[in-house]
C-alpha cells in the first residue's frame, strides 16, 4: 500500500482482556518496527523484525507482550491480561532495511479501562 | 548507551524562523531524522540526514548537522500556525550490534502564535 497502516484505529478493552494490533507495511519493506507512546512519554521501542532473522525483542516490557510476522509482511502485536499501564498508541513503522528511512503509521490508540 | 535529548517546548511568532535543537551520544550514528507528530496523529517523517552531511535544506526546513559535537538542528524558516506540533529527533546508532531501532528524543513542543 502507499503507508503503513494499522489496525484498529482505536481499542478500548476491559482490564485482563487480551488485544491483537495489526500492523501492514509499506509493501515491499523487509524491515518492520513496533514502538509505543504512553501519554506524557516519549517513543519506547518494543521489537524489531528483519527479513527472515531473529527479531530483536529487547524492547517488550513483559511476557505478557508478543508480535509476530507473517510471511514477511503482516504483524500482529498481542498483548495478554491486559494491564491499565499498557494504554497508549501503538506505532507501526517500516523500511526497506536497516539504515534507510523509516515510516510511520497512524498508531493504534488502546485505553485499558 | 544511546542517548537523545531535545528542549521540550519552544514558542514563536508566525512568520518568524524556528530552530529546534537535539543532542546525541552515539558518534556512529549513520542516519538521523526529524519527525512531526500533530495532535492526535502518527509521526510524519519531516526529513533525514546522512551522517556524513553537514546541511540539508529541504524547502521551508534546514538541516544542520555537527558531528563533532553530536549537534543536529531543525530550522523552519517563515513559520506557519500549521506548524505546530511535536518534532521529535531520532537516531540510527551505528551498526555495532545495532538492528537499526529508532532512538528518540522526547519531542519539541513547537507552539506557533499569530
Known sequence: ?113 | GEDVEQSLFLSVREGDSSVINCTYTDSSSTYLYWYKQEPGAGLQLLTYIFSNMDMKQDQRLTVLLNKKDKHLSLRIADTQTGDSAIYFCAETPGVRGNTGKLIFGQGTTLQVKP
Open chain 1, 1 to 113: 500500500g502507499a503507508g503503513v497502516s494499522q489496525s484498529p484505529s482505536n481499542k478500548v478493552t476491559e482490564k485482563g482482556k487480551d488485544v491483537e494490533l495489526r500492523c501492514d507495511p509499506i509493501s515491499g519493506h523487509t524491515a518492520l518496527y513496533w514502538y509505543r507512546q504512553s501519554l506524557g512519554q516519549g517513543l519506547e521501542f518494543l521489537i524489531y523484525f528483519q527479513g527472515n532473522s531473529a527479531p530483536d525483542k529487547s524492547g517488550l516490557p513483559s511476557d505478557r507482550f508478543s508480535a509476530e510476522r507473517t510471511g514477511g509482511s503482516v504483524s500482529t502485536l498481542t498483548i495478554q491480561r491486559t494491564q491499565q499501564e499498557d494504554s497508549a498508541v501503538y506505532l507501526c513503522a517500516s523500511s526497506s532495511g536497516p539504515q534507510t528511512t523509516i515510516y510511520f503509521g497512524e498508531g493504534s490508540w488502546l485505553t485499558v479501562v
